[in-house]
């Protein structure tokens, strides 16, 4: 059984989050929380509760996509004792990485190591590639967990490839790693809204259960291989930066969560120090790599309204490992700064819903405290040269498709982006000296959560053959729909495909809308949503 060069499906594996104390209650899960389920999204649109049973990523890509769990008593034993190669390549591991230090499993236990345990998983990944003969594997990870797969990328694997003339690669994680996924993983640490920097400065001098691999001294000395460390000096480190010539950003994807009230750990005391633009424990802008693909949704860190077991979390993990088309969209030539009011702010919620599925994929919202901020261009800028990027998302063609409601499949692939627009108009305060102070929201003309303008953007894609056909998209607001979403045709009602306004760029569809006319009064007369759509193809 050796591994087909047209599957997809590598194997996969996956690294768990911090269990600090809780050590031995971590490794009695045989699956280290991937099979966890729930039975709750967080609300509805009323606000009201609702059920909805999510199995588990586990058991979700066992029933999506054919996948095998391969344990069979003792993991590392049953892979030793495998045949090369006669393993599937469609199967689910657990690094167990925590095994090692629990007493109720080890006679003499370590002391957790982050380093070891990257290193450990590099021999993880080295026997799953030898036993089931597939290039390379897929790492999904949750909270530290991402950390452990940063470190094997960025550190352990360059420092093992030394070629004969001594050289190392800091991309050598490429030849082992084809994508890594992060569920809200502290990339740029953990910081506290409190204190004052004591409670960091506490926690990284304690050590204390390990706590300190979230702050910048320890990142520093496991993310940053030694031969680099002169030429990345530790004033110059940032945790959220992987270098230019490390492992490639377009490989990562990190998904943050934006709800710390369902996080409940130490009795909510985490969530109220961290702040409100968290899931409880990561800040949203510690939660993304610089320039990786991420998405934000509603969820906590972990618990019953967790994000690893969620269908937000699964359906972005689904379509970024297994997607075979990438659509990105951003708003082009927004001009704000063409209003009178130099005080005003606007602020853009968006949500992106794709058809058949119970949740957003992606979610930012004032509401959430993280909306996307249209800011005003500086003096002597033009808008053309500051596109805004507002979301990068992956769909599947194979992905069942609903039908419509004279019975039949759909073909082509609908996303709908909901926008929202609203504007602030904000007063300084009364300031302590020349450089600080805060602005607060003047409420003489203030209507809130009422929008200046909101609309949702219908995008259809028509997959193309993969080889010399490019896809085509349709898109409508709709505000200018003679009948209802769900009901839309683009092609019985006569709407013609976005025309490829970059026919020449290489194996992508680029297409433009712009917004309707009431947005223009506010976003510029040429603002436009401009809608990429790239064929994924393999690399390994």
Request: hydrophobic letters at 35%; a negative charge; charged letters at 25%.
């Amino acid at each position: 059984m050796s591994y087909e060069q047209d599957d997809v499906r590598l194997p996969i594996i996956y690294v768990r989050g911090f269990a600090g104390g809780a050590i031995e209650g971590a490794i009695e899960d045989p699956f280290y929380g991937f099979s966890t389920g729930s039975v709750h999204v967080r609300a509805n649109r009323r606000g009201d509760p609702t059920f909805h049973q999510f199995e588990s990523p586990m058991l979700r890509l066992m029933s999506d996509m054919n996948y095998e769990v391969r344990v069979h008593g003792d993991q590392k034993r049953y892979l030793d004792q495998a045949t090369d190669k006669d393993i599937p390549a469609a199967t689910i591991w657990i690094h167990r990485f925590y095994d090692v230090s629990a007493s109720s499993i080890e006679d003499d236990p370590e002391k957790f190591s982050l380093e070891q345990a990257a290193i450990n998983l590099f021999g993880l990944i080295k026997l799953v590639r030898l036993k089931t003969g597939a290039p390379k594997v897929f790492l999904v990870a949750h909270s530290m967990g991402g950390l452990i797969c940063r470190c094997l990328l960025q550190r352990v694997i360059p420092e093992a490839d030394v070629d004969e003339q001594g050289g190392h690669n800091p991309r050598a994680g490429e030849k082992y790693v084809a994508s890594l996924f992060t569920y809200a993983t502290p990339h740029g640490g953990i910081r506290f809204a409190v204190g004052g920097g004591f409670l960091e400065r506490l926690r990284d001098f304690t050590g204390l259960f390990g706590a300190d691999v979230f702050g910048p001294d320890r990142m520093y000395e496991y993310l940053t291989p030694d031969f680099q460390k002169d030429q990345e000096p530790r004033r110059r480190f940032k945790g959220t930066v992987i270098p230019e010539d490390g492992y490639s950003v377009s490989k990562i994807f990190c998904l943050a969560g934006s709800n710390p009230g369902d996080y409940k750990e130490l009795f909510g005391l985490s969530s109220r120090a961290v702040g409100a633009k968290s899931d409880g424990l990561v800040q949203l802008e510690n939660a993304v790599i610089e320039k990786a693909h991420s998405a934000i949704v509603h969820r906590s860190h972990s618990g019953r309204y967790g994000i690893v077991n969620s269908e937000e979390g699964y359906q972005n993990l689904y379509r970024f490992l297994f997607g075979d088309l990438q659509v990105t969209l951003d708003l082009i030539n927004a001009d704000v700064g063409h209003q009178d009011d130099s005080d005003l702010e606007f602020q853009l919620d968006m949500g992106l819903a794709i058809r058949g599925l119970p949740v957003l994929v992606h979610e930012q919202t004032a509401a959430h405290h993280c909306p996307v901020l249209v800011e005003r261009l500086e003096q002597g800028e033009h808008p053309v040269d500051h596109p805004r990027p507002l979301l990068t998302t992956f769909l599947s063609s194979k992905a069942p498709r609903p039908l419509d409601e004279d019975g039949n499949r759909v073909s082509t692939l609908r996303h709908v982006l909901n926008l929202r627009l609203m504007s602030i108009r904000e007063k300084d305060d009364d300031k302590t000296d020349s450089d600080h102070g805060e602005s607060s929201i003047d409420m003489r003309d203030h209507l809130e959560q009422t929008a200046d303008w909101e609309d949702a953007l219908v995008v259809d894609i028509l997959p193309g053959d993969g080889e010399s056909e490019l896809p085509k998209a349709w898109a409508a607001w709709t505000s200018t729909l003679a009948r209802p979403v769900r009901l839309w045709k683009p092609r019985e009602e006569g709407e013609e495909a976005l025309v490829d306004v970059e026919p020449d760029v290489k194996d992508m569809w680029v297409g433009e809308v712009r917004v309707p006319s009431i947005a223009r009064r506010l976003l510029g007369a040429k603002a436009l949503i401009r809608i990429a759509v790239t064929p994924r193809t393999k690399d390994f």
